[in-house]
Nanobody
Framework: QVQLVESGGGLVQAGGSLRLSCAASGSIFSIKTMGWSRQAPGKQRELVAIITSGGSTNSADSVKGRFTISRDNAKNTVYLQMNSLEPEDTAVYYC??????????????????WGQGTQVTVSS
């Protein structure tokens, strides 16, 4: 099976920085798009940033210029560098990955996986 394990969340003051990491492990053949989303209390989950296997990125307008998504394909890991954090960035952050997995019969199939979430709290 496949697991996504996130790390790097925590409490930071406004204007500070945090770097989130998410490592995928298991029966992985290849990883297509990886991304980060977040969910604040009482709000719907929103997309933060995505990155393709080739390194193309896209991010929400609310984080452009402050957050940077990157990945290390050799380590099956995606990162989110968050700078100039604001109290409005407080949320649980989730990583996700579109992964090609080889089944027991040898057949390849595609599946989305999500991490368990990591809390980011920005104090004013």
């Amino acid at each position: 099976q496949v697991q996504l394990v996130e790390s790097g969340g925590g409490l930071v003051q406004a204007g500070g920085s945090l770097r989130l990491s998410c490592a995928a492990s298991g029966s992985i053949f290849s990883i297509k798009t990886m991304g980060w989303s977040r969910q604040a209390p009482g709000k719907q989950r929103e997309l933060v940033a995505i990155i393709t296997s080739g390194g193309s990125t896209n991010s929400a307008d609310s984080v452009k210029g402050r957050f940077t998504i990157s990945r290390d394909n050799a380590k099956n890991t995606v990162y989110l560098q968050m700078n100039s954090l604001e109290p409005e960035d407080t949320a649980v952050y989730y990583c996700d990955a579109d992964i090609m997995v080889r089944g027991s019969s040898g057949t390849l199939y595609e599946h989305m996986y999500w991490g368990q979430g990591t809390q980011v709290t920005v104090s004013s």
